[in-house]
């Protein structure tokens, strides 16, 4: 099957094919099959960053999710834009709906999100969209793993206390 395929495939299995046009308009989901397991920021940071057009990650702010089985590997990417606090709100509670009732190896997720104002620590905005991801996960069993902002060279994980950011070189990003 190929990755155009993939969501119309999974809305069909699970008879929702109504909600299907809705939904693949602003939801990118691509199967992966080469997951290594993911344990550090560092990791998910590589892993989200795949495919990630450079150019365009530092003008257009999108959202990445890693759908996690429950050995950490990595099952499927689904991206999504930001369109503001409360379209985001809907569509991440969508987000976790789609991924309960279609992917049910899923386990976690790690949250990606990228930073075209080329700072990585979060604002007041970005806090609340992080706190959304992390009830919507934890209201249906699938708890957010990781958060991260991202930029090309830069990366928060939300984990870490707010003053701290790490610069991700690329020497770094190949001994992980």
């Known amino acids: 099957m190929s990755d155009k395929n993939i969501p119309e495939t999974l809305f069909r299995i699970a008879g929702m094919s109504d909600y299907l046009t809705s939904v693949t308009r602003l939801f990118k989901v691509r199967a992966i099959?080469?997951?290594?397991?993911?344990?550090?920021?560092?990791?998910?940071?590589?892993?989200?960053?795949?495919g990630w057009d450079k150019e365009v990650m530092s003008w257009v702010k999108e959202y990445r999710t890693l759908v996690l089985d429950s050995s950490d590997r990595p099952r499927y990417l689904i991206s999504f834009p930001v369109l503001g606090q409360e379209a985001d709100q809907s569509n991440i509670a969508q987000l976790f709906e789609m991924v309960k009732e279609l992917l049910p190896d899923a386990k976690k997720v790690i949250i990606g999100q990228n930073s075209p104002e080329k700072t990585v620590l979060p604002?007041?905005?970005?806090?609340?969209?992080?706190?959304?991801?992390?009830?919507?996960?934890?209201?249906?069993?699938?708890?957010?793993?990781?958060?991260?902002?991202?930029?090309?060279?830069?990366?928060?994980?939300?984990?870490?206390p707010r003053h701290k950011k790490r610069q991700l070189g690329p020497r770094q990003l190949v001994r992980q």
């Open 123 to 160: 604002d007041l905005e970005e806090e609340a969209i992080a706190r959304t991801f992390k009830t919507n996960g934890e209201n249906l069993n699938i708890p957010v793993f990781r958060h991260l902002i991202m930029s090309p060279s830069a990366l928060y994980a939300f984990d870490q």
């Open 33 to 50: 099959t080469d997951g290594h397991k993911i344990n550090t920021a560092s990791q998910a940071y590589t892993k989200l960053l795949q």
